[in-house]
């Protein structure tokens, strides 16, 4: 009886973690083909110390990105959001919390995506557009309490660091070796993985110059994701 129960459960759960990853595919993780344009991204900010370093770097090498914040830590720190939304970096959503969509109810789902986006859009008097679950993890509910408020799930295609620590200079080599056309790059500008953002803060320079030198031109996702300008030739 008691094995039975455990099955189910265990059946119950692989239904709401691990089936909706199936529909992952139709998401966004990267963007068109047709030139060379790459999107830098950075997760689980604004962090306070960090944060501003790095729109330092992008400052001095004239490059917009997209900050895919955290709703708490935004709401801790409003002015260093205010400096991302006057230089016209792209502000996402990065749920409300950073807690594992895996581990969520329903309920629980719908106030990490609704909460994040609220506190984005008080913060800086513009909706976010793009939704990126913390981890990539996703669940049953996610698709429709991101839908419901207008936002776009977007992953990435090139991630120099994850959970494992990864020197700056290899996190250089990793991005500007697998750079791509519609490239989407997954940073970190607060720590996850322990001193994760001073090891991005080393990394940055390089990583734009090596973009740059191969021909790449750095946008914000919103950019890089929007529908061609239609033609004004005659």
Known sequence: MIGRALALGAAAWVGWAWVPHLATPA????????????????DDGPDPEWTPRVLDVLAAAGVRATFFVIGERAAGAPA?????????HEIANHSWSHRNLW????GATREQVRRGHDTIAELTGRAP????????MVNAAMFSAVRATGERVVFWSIQPEGRRPAPAE???????DR?????????????????APERL??????????LRDAGYRLVTVRDLLAPPLASTVP
């Open 170 to 176: 290899r996190q250089v080599a990793h991005v500007v």
């Open 201 to 210: 803060c080393a990394a940055l320079p390089a990583m734009i110059d090596g």
């Open 129 to 136: 557009r793009h939704f990126r679950p913390p981890w990539g």
């Open 103 to 106: 581990f969520c109810g329903p």
């Open 80 to 88: 260093v959001v205010e400096r991302m939304a006057a230089e016209d």
């Open 27 to 42: 998401c966004t993780w990267r963007g068109p083909r047709t030139d060379r344009r790459l999107a830098l991204t950075f």
């Open 179 to 195: 750079a791509h056309a519609g490239a989407i790059v997954d940073l970190h500008d607060a720590e996850g993985t322990p001193r």
